[in-house]
């Protein structure tokens, strides 16, 4: 649904210039939710403003729904740009309309016929959960119904796409749920494509089922959550997910082998450690892990003591293996 | 002088300077927005980025802002008498009035329409928004109280400006008060006369405080 390679943005002002964006690639498939994670002044934004254009790239290529937008005309370019829905951190809502008002803005710029856009309006709203509120003013309503409006609004030309610029950061903690929670649902129910950059682990936890690592304008991981859950050393899942590794053990004679286990999908509701233990060491300890749900998978990451030294435990590695956990 | 007298000469100068203002107003709102929405459009970061011509425009409406209205008045009399085809009287007074006040407002837009937030127009730039729908309905409708309110100052500065329009024979409540006050000393109609002007502009400027806090949904 969205291509991107070799994505390059540098901004120039005379006295310096940074790179921003250095050379990105990203696919995301239909219907899926892209999470890219990032600290401030990664350069996140900048590679999500490229993808409507908002910001014209250096180099490289954008394509949105198989249309390549970088070469397009200006007009060519508006008319793609009603298939890509964008919502804002600090909402961008028109101040002087209602919120009913807003979301018909989005529709005023489609060209839809009058009669239309009122039934229209009230349809999305009503999707969004807001039509009590419909004759209020973004002045007199809370961060999280402002941003429904800007679903709302984002949603209202029918888009495949939806871009979220840090959707949910200038929300507290219930209500980046509850926005989430919408889309998720949005995605779901409108088989909604959803690229989002965020600096929230929790979002990407949360909503997302592929993901990317973001750093000085590159992406230093990127795969699946579950993929990056299994893949050894990924920061993603560390920072996901992560493991007290001060968690030890005092050696009892004999010595112990400490080994971190990751499982995702099925596999994490299966009784792996009852399952070592029975067939192995029955001593076996947990010293620290937990088991979470997230967007497209359950996962769980254990950090466990086995008695013995690490060749008295190979066996009961190599069974851990065989049954698709990474260690 | 009766009161009656007074009263003629208040209510004569009162029409003067209402005319004056009113048809300058007019004329300064039209030329000043659009002056002050190029200016916007034509900077670097605009929708029409354009330095040259914002450099261009730019100086122009220092240079008028600059010019003491005095001198402005003077300077435009060939202009003034090709266009109204006189360069004395009330409506000739009318052109310098305008020139002047153009620049003066075109700044007061420029800065109302920077007020703007730039993610609300990124926003609407990203929904496919025409430029032509992004100046009307984003930048000037969500300007509109700064735009009020910056009119009703404009307004008070041609009230102001107004009385030097005595020079070219414009008339007007100012005029009256430097005639009759100022050069023969005839007291009572100038305290009438400034008495009229203060409450002229403490009207104005109460109708535009209620017009822009009603336009206000912040
Ligand atoms: N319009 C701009 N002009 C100049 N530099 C910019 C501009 N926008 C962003 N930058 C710079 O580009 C880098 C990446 O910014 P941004 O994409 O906003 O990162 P993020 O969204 O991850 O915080 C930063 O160093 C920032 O200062
Ligand atoms: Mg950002």
Redesign the interface.
């Known amino acids: 649904m969205i291509e991107i390679s070799g994505l390059r943005k540098t901004y120039r002002s005379r006295k310096r210039s940074v790179v921003a964006v250095d050379g990105v690639d990203l696919h995301v498939g239909e219907g899926e939710v892209f999470g890219v994670l990032g600290q401030s002044g990664a350069g996140k934004s900048t590679l999500l403003r490229c993808v409507n254009m908002l910001e014209r790239p250096d180099a490289g290529t954008v394509a949105v729904g198989g249309l390549e937008l970088t070469n397009l005309r200006r007009e060519r370019l508006r008319v793609a740009r009603h298939g890509i829905g964008m919502i804002h951190q600090h909402f961008a809502l028109l101040s002087s309309r209602t919120v009913a008002g807003n979301v018909a803005f989005a529709l005023e710029v489609t060209g839809a016929p009058r009669a239309e856009r009122k039934a229209r309006v009230a349809e999305l709203l009503e999707l969004v959960g807001l039509s009590e509120r419909a004759d209020a003013y973004p002045a007199q309503l809370s961060g999280g119904q402002k941003q429904r409006v800007g679903i709302a609004r984002a949603l209202a030309a029918r888009p495949k796409v939806l871009l979220s610029d840090e959707a949910t950061s200038a929300l507290d903690p219930e209500t980046t749920e509850s926005i989430l929670r919408l889309l998720l649902d949005l995605n779901r129910r409108l088989g909604l494509t959803i690229l989002l950059i965020t600096h929230e682990m929790t979002v990407v936890k949360r909503i997302c089922t592929s993901a990317a690592v973001m750093r000085d304008g590159r992406f230093v991981e990127s795969g699946t959550v579950a993929g990056l859950l299994r893949q050894p050393g990924s920061e993603l899942a560390r920072d996901l997910f992560p493991l007290d590794t001060s968690a030890s053990v005092a050696t009892a004679g004999g010595g112990v082998t400490i080994v971190d286990i990751t499982v995702s999908g099925d596999e994490a509701d299966e009784p792996i450690i009852a399952d070592l233990a029975r067939r192995f060491a029955s001593d076996v300890r947990i010293l620290s892990g937990s088991v979470e749900t997230l967007a497209a998978t359950r996962a769980g990451r254990w950090r466990l003591a086995l008695p013995g030294a690490p060749e008295d435990n190979s066996e009961a590695l190599e069974y851990l293996r065989k049954r698709g956990v990474t260690l | 002088m009766t009161w009656s007298e007074v009263f003629e000469l208040l209510s004569v100068g009162f029409q003067e300077t209402a005319w004056m203002v009113g048809v300058a107003t007019l004329l300064t709102a039209v030329g000043g927005l659009l002056v002050g929405v190029l200016l916007v459009l034509t900077d670097r970061g605009g929708l029409l980025p354009a330095p040259p011509v914002n450099a261009v425009l730019g100086l122009i409406v220092n240079v008028g802002r600059s010019l003491p209205f005095i001198i402005l008045l003077v300077a435009v009399i060939p202009f003034t008498r090709a266009v109204v085809g006189t360069s004395i009287g009330t409506d000739a007074a009318i052109v310098p009035l305008t020139i002047g006040a153009i620049p003066f407002f075109a700044r007061i837009v420029e800065s109302a329409l920077r007020e703007v ?1 730039a ?2 127009v ?9 430029r032509r ?1 992004i100046v009307g ?2 930048l000037l ?2 300007a ?1 109280p700064g735009l009020v309110a910056g009119l009703t100052i404009t307004v008070i500065a041609l009230v102001g400006y107004s009385a030097m329009a005595g020079v070219v024979g414009g008339g007007g409540l100012g005029d009256l008060a430097i005639r009759y006050g100022y050069q023969r000393f005839e007291t009572e109609v100038m305290i009438a006369t400034v008495v009229a002007l203060v409450v002229l502009v403490q009207v104005v400027q109460m109708v535009g405080d209620v017009l822009a806090r009603r ?1 206000t ?2």
């Open positions: 937030p993610d609300v990124a926003a609407a730039t990203a929904m496919g928004a025409t729908q309905k984003v409708r969500e509109l336009l949904r912040r």
